[in-house]
């Protein structure tokens, strides 16, 4: 963030703050009652050790799902942009209206790639009211499975 290189902090030091959450208010509470601030103190290192290794696993993992959506769009389609690419990264869901605003088409012609996408298994259709939404299968089962798991 300091050099510009991030929008927003990628550290989630809740999830480890909440998993060990009993050791969190013991060791805040010695702080407070005792000014034991050290223990606390590699508490919190520990917190950013660990979730740093569990974040690094998770953009590595995004990045070899990206490389293998890549390959299979290229390979399975004529409809390859390294922006589409980042679309469909950006969130585990695109739609319609997102590919026209970001690549700069008419709405025909990012439902005919966002279709194409689905023929191929990448994407997975799914309505919501009168929107479709087009689900990133690999990354959303990634996220809800494998991020969990890392470490």
């Known amino acids: 963030?300091?050099?510009g290189l991030l929008d927003t902090p990628v550290l989630y030091l809740s999830r480890y703050i909440n998993q060990n959450k009993g050791e969190y208010?013991?060791?805040l509470q010695t702080v407070r009652d005792h000014e034991a601030w050290e223990e606390?103190?590699?508490y919190?290192?520990?917190?950013?050790?660990q979730t740093s290794i569990q974040t690094i696993d998770l953009i590595r993992g995004i990045k070899r799902l990206m490389g293998d959506c890549k390959v299979k769009i290229r390979s399975e389609t004529q409809i390859y942009s390294q922006d589409l690419l980042n679309i469909l990264f950006r969130h585990p869901y695109t739609k319609i209206?997102?590919?026209?605003?970001d690549l700069r088409v008419h709405r025909?012609?990012?439902r005919k790639y966002l279709e194409?996408?689905?023929?191929?298994g990448l994407l997975s259709k799914h309505k919501l009211w009168k929107e479709n939404?087009?689900?990133n299968q690999p990354l959303f089962e990634f996220l809800r499975s494998g991020s969990n798991s890392s470490n």
């Open 1 to 3: 963030m300091k050099h």
């Open 25 to 27: 208010y013991r060791l």
């Open 40 to 42: 606390w103190i590699l």
């Open 44 to 49: 919190m290192l520990e917190a950013i050790i």
């Open 97 to 101: 209206g997102y590919v026209t605003k």
């Open 108 to 110: 025909n012609t990012a």
């Open 116 to 120: 194409e996408l689905v023929q191929v």
């Open 133 to 135: 939404y087009y689900i």
